[in-house]
C-alpha cells in the first residue's frame, strides 16, 4: 500500500497564531492541574459545585460541533494553520465570530469546574487574553486582508465573543 504525499501548504496564507489554539488550551489547563497538585485548592461550595460544571462542558461540545460543521460545508478549514477558504457568517457565526474559541473557554472552564481546581479557573484569564490578543487578533488581521470589505463589514455586524 502506498502512501501519497499531502500538497504542501502555503505557509504565508494562514493566520500566524500564535500557537495551535487547542494545543494552548490544552497547555493550560495541565498547567494549571499541575499547580493543582502541587498547591491544592478547593472551589467553594464543595461538591455540590461540580453539578454546573457539565452545562459549560456540554454547551461547549455542542457549540464546536456546530461551528465545525459550519466550516466543513463551507469548504474552508477549521485548523489555524491551513488557508481560509470561505468566509463563514451564517449559523453560529451569524451570533458570535468565535464561536470554537467560545466553546474552548466553556470547556476548559467547565473541566476547571469539574476537576474542583482554582488554579485551572484563575488560568482561564490568562488563556483569555492568549486567545484573544496571541490568536484571534491575528485571525482578523488575516481575514481582513484576504476578504477584505465582506469580512469588515461582518464584523461590524457580529460581536467578536457574544
Known sequence: MTQ???????ASDNAGVIMRPPNLVAATFVLGFALELLWPTCLPGGRA?????????AGGVLL???AMRQF??????????????????RGVYARTRNPIYLAMLAIYIGLGIEINSVWVLA?????FFA????VIAREER????????PYRAYC???RRWL
Open 4 to 10: 501519497t504525499a499531502m500538497p504542501p501548504v502555503n
Open 49 to 57: 459545585f461540580l453539578v454546573l460544571g457539565l452545562p459549560f462542558i
Open 64 to 66: 464546536m460541533a456546530a
Open 72 to 89: 466543513r460545508a463551507a469548504g474552508t478549514h477549521v485548523e489555524t494553520w491551513r488557508p481560509t477558504e470561505a468566509l463563514v457568517t
Open 123 to 127: 488560568l482561564a484569564v490568562p488563556l
Open 131 to 134: 486567545l484573544r490578543y496571541g
Open 142 to 149: 488575516y481575514l481582513a486582508a484576504k476578504f477584505g470589505e
Open 156 to 158: 461590524a455586524q457580529v
